[in-house]
């Protein structure tokens, strides 16, 4: 995994509580994408962060799903009132400034009850 | 169109064989390419990026074809421990930074 960090690796809440998600990019990085794996599906892109700015949130949901990467700290994938159709595997990629490859945690696999 | 279309596997194949996936994509102007590779509920990795003359590393040939907008994977003297599903993975932005789209991927299975 390069060094990218993800906590918790497993996190299980009931219908309606907060999850937070945690990614720490391996050192040098400054780019966080979090991609999204529903059970036996491909990695959906949710949102691509910098410091302090998010550069494309086109695969969010409207509602419920935000989004930060502060310019100290892990970034942060807060999902409130979770659901069942909430329940995947969250992975987060970093990269460095000049390249495209893209490194990832070994994601946190969220059960919603 | 899917975004990015893969062989739906899955690939039962004995030590030693050679096997090829193939996957094609939608957007003409997406310029990087690669094959990543998921174990069983791990993270995907970068097996290999695909170039438009063609690559090679050990084992693994990956090929383009931009004008079919086609990609493929070909691994030689299969192993136990190539067991695992390949994603073919294209970037959005067809710069040097962006989301990736990924397929939903190949299982292969390697049998002794």
């Known amino acids: 995994n390069a060094g990218v960090m993800q906590n918790p690796r497993h996190l299980v809440r009931r219908r309606g509580q907060e999850a937070r998600l945690r990614c720490s990019p391996m050192?040098?990085?400054?780019?966080v994408y979090w991609y999204r794996q529903l059970p036996e599906e491909g990695l959906k892109f949710m949102v691509y962060l910098q410091k302090e700015n998010i550069i494309d949130e086109s695969g969010m949901p409207k509602e419920r799903f935000s989004a930060e990467f502060p310019k100290e700290g892990p970034s942060i994938l807060r999902i409130q009132q979770v659901v069942r159709g909430d329940s995947a595997a969250y992975f987060c990629?970093?990269?460095?400034?000049?390249?495209?490859?893209?490194?990832f945690g070994p994601g946190t696999r969220l059960t919603v009850l | 169109r899917k975004e990015v279309e893969q062989d739906p596997g899955p690939f039962n194949v004995p030590e030693g064989a050679t096997v090829a996936f193939n996957c094609t994509y939608s957007n003409s102007a997406s310029q990087s390419f690669f094959w990543y590779r998921q174990d069983c509920r791990k993270e995907p990795k970068l097996l290999m990026s695909?170039?438009?003359s063609g690559n090679e590393d050990g084992r693994f040939t990956a090929q383009l074809n931009r004008a079919s907008q086609y990609i493929s994977l070909l691994i030689r003297d299969s192993k136990l421990s190539d067991s695992a599903t390949y994603l073919c993975?294209?970037?959005?932005?067809?710069?040097?930074?962006?989301?990736?789209?990924f397929g939903k991927g190949t299982k292969l299975s390697v049998k002794p």
């Open positions: 993975v294209v970037n959005k932005l067809g710069g040097s930074q962006g989301n990736l789209i």
């Open positions: 990629a970093t990269t460095a400034a000049s390249t495209d490859t893209q490194y």
């Open positions: 695909v170039y438009s």
């Open positions: 050192k040098g990085h400054s780019h």
